[in-house]
Structures are given as C-alpha cells and as structure tokens.
C-alpha cells in the first residue's frame, strides 16, 4: 500500500513539473515571436457608409500630417497660478487666564481638614506629613518627640493652611 502511495505522489511531482516546463517554453516562443499588428483605422466617411478601411500591418497614420479635424483635441484645464511661497501658520495662541474662584467656592479650613484631629495624629502618619512639609524630625541626632511634631504642624498650618491641609489631607488619605 505504501509503495502505490508513494508511486502516486511521484508521478504528481513530475506531472507538475513537465506542466510548469511546458507553459515556461511556450511562453518564451510567445516572446520570441514577432508581434503581429494589424491596425484598424477608420474614416469619417467610411463610418458613414459603414465600411472600414485596413492599412496594412505595420503602417500607422503619421499624426502629424494628419488634418488638424482627426486628431482629438482635449481641452486644458486652466493652471492654477502658484500660491505665494509664504508657510500656512495658525494664529498665536491666546493666553486665557481662568477667573478666580469666588470666596465662597474656596473650601475652609475646617473642610479640608474634616474628620481630621491633629491632637490625636499617630507617630508615623505625623513623620510623614512632616517630612513633605519639611519639618526637621531629627535634631541633634536625636528623633524629635510626637509632641513637637504635632506642634510644628499646627504651627506650619497657621503659617500656609491651604497648602498644609492639602498636604494632611494627601499623606491621610495614602496611609
């Protein structure tokens, strides 16, 4: 069973490649062959009596001794004139400064820091605000007590209090 399978498969192999051979070499004499030309130009009054004339293979109406009439003549379209030479920009930008909020719009110091009590401020949340606020938290090698950073928070509050109670709000809400 084996040897008919392979038997088959050989014989559509070589069947392939006489095919592909044989299309190569005919269209190599295709190629090789002279074109044959056969020109069919009409006249105006062999349309009209409906015969046509046949030149002769090879021959084709010099174009430009032919009556100004035969030769179709396809209007131009007009050129644009060039544009000047000067960059397409866009308008600067304008600078629109945004109106202030009104005082009212601003939230207050109490709901900035709502739900926040800085008497009651763990150590390490403490260490934390005080480090983005920039409060030393070692002086003399020796780590500051909860007491005085507490204190040095409620005293950079009362310098900044937007910007610190941002700064409480922010490390509060990571921890």
């Known amino acids: 069973m084996q ?15 006489l095919v592909m051979i044989f299309d190569f070499i005919s269209g190599l004499k295709r190629i090789a062959q002279p074109a044959q030309f056969q ?3 009409t006249e105006p009054e062999a349309i009209a009596l409906g015969t046509e004339t046949l030149d002769p293979p090879g021959q084709l109406p010099d174009p430009r001794i032919l009556p100004a009439g035969e030769i179709p003549v396809k209007p131009h379209k007009p050129v644009p004139a060039p544009l000047e030479s000067t960059p397409l920009l866009l308008p600067q930008a304008k600078e629109v400064a945004q109106p202030p909020l009104p005082t009212s719009a601003k939230p207050t110091l ?15 949340p403490a ?4 480090k983005v606020l920039g409060v030393a938290q070692k002086i ?27 700064v409480i709000g922010e490390v509060l809400k990571a921890s």
């Not at 399978?5 to 069947?15: G, K, N, P, Q, R």
């Not at 109490?110 to 390490?124: F, P, S």
């Not at 260490?127 to 005080?130: E, F, L, Y």
């Open 39 to 41: 020109s069919r130009v």
């Open 110 to 124: 109490d709901e900035l820091l709502a739900g926040v009590d800085l008497n009651t401020l763990q150590l390490r």
């Open 3 to 17: 040897d008919i399978l392979t038997a088959s498969l050989e014989v559509v192999t070589v069947s392939f490649a």
């Open 140 to 166: 003399g090698g020796k780590d500051q007590p909860l007491s005085w950073l507490r204190a040095q928070i409620k005293k950079r509050l009362e310098q900044a209090p937007t910007e610190t109670a941002q």
């Open 127 to 130: 260490r934390k605000i005080a």
